[in-house]
Each structure stands twice: as C-alpha cells, then as structure tokens.
C-alpha cells in the first residue's frame, strides 16, 4: 500500500488526469469518449514528433558553445538576443510544446529568461507558416496589425516576466555526483547503453540511468555506449579535458 501511495505521490499529475477521465466517463460517457480519442491524437503526434525534437536539440546542445548562446542570447545581448529569439521563434516548426526542451537546452546555456519567453512566445503566435495561413485567410492588413500588436506585448510581458522569474527559479543542471552521468534531458530512451553495458547502465521511467557500482569500469564497454548513444547523453567526468 505504501509503495502504491509512493507512485502516486511521484506521478501526482497523471493520476489527477486520470482521475478526470475516470470522473468524465462516469458523469457524461460521451465526453470521456471524445476525450480519449483527443488524448490518443495528441500522443500520437507527440510520439513522432519529440523523439527527433529531443535528437536536435542534444545536437545542437553539443555543437553550440555556451559562450556563442550567452552572446547572442544572454542577459547582456540586449536587443539583439530579442531579434534573434524573435527569429528562432518565428521560423520554428511544430506544435509548440516541441520548443519546451529546446529552451531548457538554451537556458542551461546561458539564455535569459526574457529570451526564453520570447522564443516560447513568438513559436506559439508568430511564427511564419501561421501567418501566411493568416494572410490567406483573415488578409493581409489583419495579419500586419495583429502581428505588430502581438510583438509589442511579447516584448511587454517578457519584460515583466524576468523581473518576476528569475534564472534561479528555473531547473538547473545538476553538478555531476558521479564520474559517470547520463543526461536525462537529451536521453530519448533507446536503451541502447544498457544493452551494451548492463552492468552499469539501467532504465527507469524509460530513461537510462547509471546503477550504483563498487567495481572496476570496463572502459571499453563504457566508450562503446558512449559512443552508440545517438544523442550524446552519456559524459565520462574521469577523463580530463
């Protein structure tokens, strides 16, 4: 009973969602019905979407310096980081919960919390496959304004919001406790690394992790995983830059 309780205190969002769903089917079946197959669409496109999200992103976490995100991004890049949000916003593709881990990445890296809401903001209400759909539907005149009075409020309200948030607010990355540490942000779950090195690697809630170990590293077996992990998820801190 007490384990029970413990999954459901660690899962509390998902049992209050299904605990909705439960209630739905019961007051009115019809919209429990409706509500599953909305959920079911939804999975479905978050399945094929954010695996190859969750890939970029740790490309581009290993590839882009830290230093080159603070300069154009970062607290000190002042208009520019809001030109460049507004472009990284604008130009995006996808449902915007695909721009979430995206901008954990950016942040972690330097990226301010005005930067980030702008990204999150212009992803979601400016981004240019939604304004020609705009333009070919509602005209051009409807799409100028409302796309200038949308970039004035996102300006706005991501001012107000990093005066409010602050970069300690948000989750940071965890200094390494161990020598060996998988990133659980950009691991998509492969299990390939438990697969080549079981002893070591393990997976739990579908992300792979590093078992507690009293032996000897077999340092082959460690740089293969290293290097079959597909995103680069797996850092070896006992060897020194």
Known sequence: MTKILNKLKDNLFISIVVLGYIA??????????????????YIKEMLLIMPVIFVLTALLDTWVPKQTIMKYLGTESKTKGIVVSFVLGGISAGPIYAAFPFCVMLHKKGASVRNIVIILSSWAVIKLPMLLNEVKFLGVRFMAVRWVLTVIAIIIFSWITS???????????????????????????????TKTYPELFEMQNRKACVKEYDFEIDCNKLQKAIDGCPVTAITDYRIKE
Request: glycine letters at 6%.
């Open 163 to 193: 005066k409010i948030v602050k970069d300690e607010d948000l989750p940071k990355e965890e200094e390494a406790k161990q020598d060996i540490v998988v990133n659980s942000d950009a691991c998509m779950g492969c299990s390939l690394c």
């Open 24 to 41: 739905m089917f019961i007051i009115k079946p019809q919209m429990g019905v409706e509500a599953i197959k909305n959920s079911g669409y």
